[in-house]
Every structure is written in structure tokens, then in C-alpha cells.
């Protein structure tokens, strides 16, 4: 390599240390330190997805993409919590799910003093102030602003009683009415939760 290409490829590699990004998508604000990753975010704009997988037939914008999607596939999780026994298929799922280890909520109600380790926790909260319940049962006129709500209540539909009482034979659909339940055996009034 002559001397020349050689100061050429070290002022593009001195980029990843300094952090200088020269390469700015005109279509949006991201900017990048090396060319060939702005022409990759280039393929964004254009809708091109070059990388499809063939089981599933899904396609991607860059090579990185399809891999981490392939994970889904396989079931492969290499990203594991060291505090607990959860792993993850992706690195972003992880860097979220270590915000409950360390206590963050950066995802604040502007509503309510309440706050989310996610952005999902939080969007799925907000239904509560907006009245909106877009989970509908298809067996009764019911309607819930969480998933979960829904499942918990098919359980009534499909005459499902998981949660058992140690003290004596009865079951119940959910987890509430045992704690009411259980006010019967202890003397105690029950506790009673309130979430949004």
C-alpha cells in the first residue's frame, strides 16, 4: 500500500475514535463516520431490502438485520441478564430489561406521577386516562384497555379457575378474587389493588 492510501484509509479509521460523522443522509438528521455505512442507511429511504429469508419470507435493509431476525427462528438468545436467568434474542431487549435491575423509569405519565422502565408500558398506561379499549371479547360485550385484562377474562368464558385456595377447595378465574378469598380463612380485610 502506498504511503498515500495508507493516510487515507487511517483518517477513515480515526473517525471511529473521534466520533466525526461526515456522511449525512440528506433525508434525515443521522450522519455517519464511514461512507459505506451512510450508502447501507441510504437503502432505508429507498424502501430496497435486498436480504430476504427464505422461510418466512421476510425482507431486510442490511445483512445485521436479517441476522438478528434469524434469531427468531431459531430460538437462540445469547444476550443474558447476569442478575437473573432471563436472555434475550436482542441486545436493545436487554439494555431495557436491565433498567428493572437498576430501577429506571424514564418513561414518565404526563398525566399521573407514574413512570415505566418502557416506552410500551408507558403507551399501554395512557389508554387508561384515554378511556380506550381496544381489546374486545368476542364472547360477551366486554371491552379492556390491556391484553392482559382480555386473557383474564377469557378465563371466565372457558371456565378456567388456576388460582387455588390452600385452606380449603375453592378455585378461582383470577388472582383478585383468591385475595378476596382468602379474607374469609385469615379474618383480614382484603386488600385492594388498584392498577392503570
Do not use: W
Not at 391484553?147 to 380449603?168: D, F, I, T
Amino acid at each position: 500500500m502506498d504511503k498515500c492510501a495508507s493516510a487515507a484509509v487511517l483518517a477513515t479509521h480515526s473517525r471511529i475514535h473521534t466520533g466525526d460523522k461526515p456522511y449525512k443522509s440528506h433525508m434525515c438528521d443521522k450522519a455517519f463516520s464511514q461512507s459505506g455505512e451512510l450508502k447501507r442507511h441510504m437503502r432505508v429511504h429507498a424502501g430496497e431490502k435486498p436480504y430476504k429469508y427464505h422461510m418466512c419470507d421476510k425482507t431486510f435493509c442490511q445483512s445485521g438485520e436479517l441476522n438478528r431476525h434469524l434469531r427468531v427462528h431459531t430460538g437462540d438468545k445469547p444476550y443474558k441478564c447476569h442478575m437473573c436467568d432471563k436472555a434475550f434474542s436482542q441486545s436493545g431487549d436487554l439494555k431495557r430489561h436491565m433498567r428493572v435491575h437498576a430501577g429506571e423509569k424514564p418513561y414518565k405519565c404526563h398525566m399521573c406521577d407514574k413512570a415505566f422502565c418502557q416506552s410500551g408500558e408507558l403507551n399501554r398506561h395512557l389508554r387508561v386516562h384515554a378511556g380506550e379499549k381496544p381489546y374486545k371479547c368476542h364472547m360477551c360485550d366486554k371491552a379492556f384497555s390491556q391484553s392482559g385484562e382480555l386473557k383474564r377474562h377469557m378465563r371466565v368464558h372457558a371456565g378456567e379457575k388456576p388460582y387455588k385456595c390452600h385452606m380449603c377447595d375453592k378455585a378461582f378465574c383470577q388472582s383478585g378474587e383468591l385475595n378476596r378469598h382468602m379474607s374469609v380463612h385469615t379474618g383480614d380485610k382484603p386488600i385492594q389493588v388498584f392498577t392503570a
